[in-house]
């Protein structure tokens, strides 16, 4: 006879806010069981009792068969004493319990369902074309939260109670909607309206025609308002541009579906699935020739970022247009993505002639994330919406909870406790009141929502980053100042679940170094617990400091003197300057030391007359890996010498590239050269270092590793060097990932 027992079961991970209540509840009263499910600050509990047998068909199909979006990292059973028959047949959904500290997770913004999206486009359903639909398996859920357990209180549908239609669905354990904390409908939900033209009987029509007579529109979204206009259109994307005071940056673009993304890029079956999959981030496509958007919107680049509708507002306006928009973030260059409806309104003024808005707020703003592929799998390039605030799951548990601070630029955030590390979303560069604004008040929203409460502080080294600063302005907790490119290493080895040691190699703009130089063409002997420094470009210096990141040429005149050659037609461009900046290359307070490797490429760039000045960070470098063939095999000679540490000499390619360049070779050929010479000179070193220090796995990171002719290249040479390599997935190469290997390096800090 099958024995009827009675087990507690405690379910953790990605639980709440994805359906599992009712499904747990629908499992349940499947195979006639009884007992109750609930939320609290853990997770998910709950009792089930009935025959041996059912219920351990309820324990094995909890784990697999749960809902799409629910991410489960722990189940355990406890069997308890039946009730002997005190207890009746029901299956029920408990309220929320108050209080606890809060472990449970939440999930990250989803895109429509196919279910939600069958709605959206039938005439006969009472969703038909609301702009907000939405069910347990999609839509809203980290920018809408205020606090955990996630229920409809504590989020920004709060204040739009439930019409009767609603509530049935809400408490139908049937429906898709049962527990579905943001459902709505036209009758009790969010609506839009058109704000800056003539008022619109239908604000989504309204805004269509705007869009076609080129007008620039501020749209709402998930995490903060975007600015759009009709990719096609030259004198659109151009003003966007001017009014935005985004000189030279791509626009990311929105297509309806994947058949309009290939008539734009390469799609693969990788980016596809990218592209379609719930998270929708900005997909970086390799770009078809005459593909038909204008010049504007991605000039000079072979490279398109492309998405797809991530809302049903999205899909209804992609529908309606019947072509691509540019989709940007709605803020001035350098400000964070404006996510506040008065704040949108004053500050996008000047950019929008109209704001297409809706009175659902959002509460963390959020902007898009950016990945590419590369090996088959994906490589984020910025970690946003749709990736944050699901963790991080570290190897070793973090002793105690921690705090990391991140960079200055690309900055994110970090709070880790148990084994989960909980990356911020992009907050962007630290530089002005705006941003610093965000990041202290994402801090903060984490904090709560996660009852963490660091007992260790971790921050860069360079004594002048706000987030320096804000990390030293902290008390309460051990603080513990982590070195730039040791983070970066640390970050790789935790992204690939690993704990070293490893030739950590670290090729970056700058990072401040514990001799205080400016480091970032490193190799490290790295894990997480220290680091030493092996080897690295051998330092030049920047003339006029930070002046010379702005203005590439600099870099190219410092490392035109290193090397003892001249670049006639640099020097004539610059012929007013020239000779103060050879002055102030040769030595003196003005021109501290640097061996950053994007220094070497920003001088590269400037000697074959790619860009002198730039206009976002970066941009040299990244149009330099633009002009070089990809067909070109040639190479030039690397030098290593001394010793403790190696190196490598960056003005011997320097010099290589003039002698090309003075013989008339073309520049695409040269710019090639010297990309395949960086990775010989990377392979090299790491060769004799293997041979100094028996490690045979190197770890790839550093914003220059964003450059995938190098990293390709990297990669290649290096396995077949015999050598294991990491590259970066789940967190940025970028100081994006950054604040992941403070975390985990303050984790392995002795306590004081």
């Known amino acids: ?47 089930v009792e009935g025959e041996r047998d059912a219920v351990e068909v309820f324990l094995t199909a909890t784990r697999s068969q749960c809902p799409p979006l629910a991410v489960i990292e722990s189940l355990t059973a406890t069997e308890l004493p039946p009730l002997d028959g005190t207890s009746d047949d029901e299956f029920v959904i408990l309220p ?25 486009a039938d005439p006969a359903d009472r969703r038909y074309r609301y702009p907000f639909v939405n069910c347990t398996h999609c839509g809203p859920r980290f920018t809408i939260v205020r606090g955990v357990p996630y229920d409809r209180p504590r989020t920004t549908m709060a204040p739009f109670p439930m019409c009767g239609d609603c509530a049935r669905e809400y408490h139908d354990p049937a429906n898709r909607r049962f527990h579905a904390q943001p459902v709505c409908c036209p009758a009790c939900g969010p609506s839009l309206r058109l704000i800056g033209t003539s008022p619109a009987a239908d604000p989504l029509s309204a805004t269509v025609d705007l869009l076609r007579r080129g007008r620039i529109v501020a749209i709402k979204g998930l995490g903060g308002y975007h600015l759009a206009c009709d990719a096609a259109d030259e004198a659109a994307t151009s003003a966007l541009r001017d009014r935005k005071h985004r ?3 791509p626009f990311a673009v929105m297509v309806s579906g994947v058949d309009d993304a290939r008539k734009l890029c390469e799609v693969d079956s990788c980016a596809a699935d990218l592209l379609t999959g719930r998270r929708r981030p900005i997909v970086l496509l390799p770009r078809r020739p005459g593909a038909p958007v204008a010049a504007a919107v991605a000039p000079g680049n072979r490279q398109l970022g492309v998405m797809l509708p991530y809302t049903p507002l999205h899909h209804l306006l992609l529908a309606d247009f019947g072509r691509a928009i540019v989709l940007t973030s709605g803020n001035i260059s350098d400000e964070p993505i404006v996510h506040l409806d008065t704040e949108a309104l004053t500050r996008l003024s000047g950019i929008a002639d109209a704001f297409l808005t809706h009175d659902r707020a959002i509460h963390v703003r959020t902007d898009d994330s950016v990945v590419r592929t590369f090996g088959g799998r994906e490589q984020l390039v910025r970690r946003s919406r749709g990736y944050v605030p699901e963790p991080i799951t570290v190897r070793t548990p973090f002793p105690r909870p921690v705090l990391a601070c991140g960079a200055e630029l690309k900055n994110t955030f970090c709070l880790a406790k148990n084994r989960h590390a909980f990356v911020s979303h992009h907050i962007g560069d630290l530089e002005n009141y705006e941003t610093l604004r965000s990041y202290t008040e994402g801090i903060e929203h984490f904090r709560r929502l996660f009852d963490i409460t660091p007992r260790v502080v971790a921050h860069d080294l360079h004594p002048e980053y706000l987030s320096t600063k804000y990390a030293l302005d902290r008390t309460g907790a051990e603080l513990v100042g982590v070195q730039h490119h040791h983070a970066h290493i640390a970050s790789c080895l935790a992204d690939n679940g690993e704990a070293g040691p490893v030739l950590g190699v670290a090729f970056d703009g700058l990072g401040y170094g514990t001799d205080g130089t400016l480091w970032g063409g490193e190799i490290l002997l790295a894990d997480f617990t220290g680091f030493r420094r092996l080897a690295h470009l051998e330092p030049v210096p920047m003339p006029g400091g930070t002046a010379a990141i702005r203005r590439p040429w600099r870099m190219a005149a410092a490392y035109l003197t290193a090397a003892g050659v001249s670049a006639p037609a640099l020097r004539e461009r610059h012929a007013a300057e020239w000779q103060a900046v050879v002055s102030l290359a040769r030595g003196g307070t003005q021109a501290p030391l640097t061996s950053s490797a994007g220094r070497l490429f920003d001088a590269v760039a400037a000697i074959l007359g790619v860009r002198d000045e730039i206009g976002y960070e970066g ?5 330099l890996e633009q002009l070089a063939d990809p067909l070109e095999r040639g190479t030039y000679p690397v030098r290593l010498h001394g010793e403790d540490p190696i190196l490598l000499s960056g003005a011997d390619l320097v010099r290589s590239v003039v002698d090309d360049q003075a013989a008339g070779v073309p520049a695409p050929l040269v710019a090639a050269r010297f990309h395949r010479s ?46 294991r390599v990491l590259t970066h997935s789940r967190v940025p190469c970028n100081d994006g990932g950054l604040s992941l290997g403070q975390a985990v390096i303050a984790a392995h800090e002795p306590r004081a």
Do not use: Y
Request: contains cysteine; negative net charge.
């Open 1 to 47: 006879m099958n024995q009827r027992v009675r087990v507690a079961v405690r379910v953790e991970g990605i639980v709440q806010g994805v359906g599992f209540r009712p499904f747990v509840h629908g499992l349940a009263r499947s195979l006639g069981l009884s007992g109750h499910v609930g939320n609290d600050t853990a997770g998910v509990f709950a009792e």
């Open 96 to 120: 929320s319990p108050p209080g606890g500290e809060a472990n449970t997770l939440v999930s990250a913004d989803s895109a429509p369902c196919h279910a939600c999206l069958a709605e959206l």
């Open 247 to 249: 000189e030279d940056k």
């Open 619 to 623: 941009q040299a470098a990244i149009e």
């Open 678 to 723: 960086v990775v010989r000179l990377i392979t090299e070193a790491c060769k004799a270092l293997r041979e100094a220090t028996g490690v045979g796995t190197v770890a790839l990171s550093g914003g220059v590793f964003q450059n995938l002719l190098l990293l390709r290249g990297s990669v290649e040479a290096l396995t077949e060097a015999g050598f």
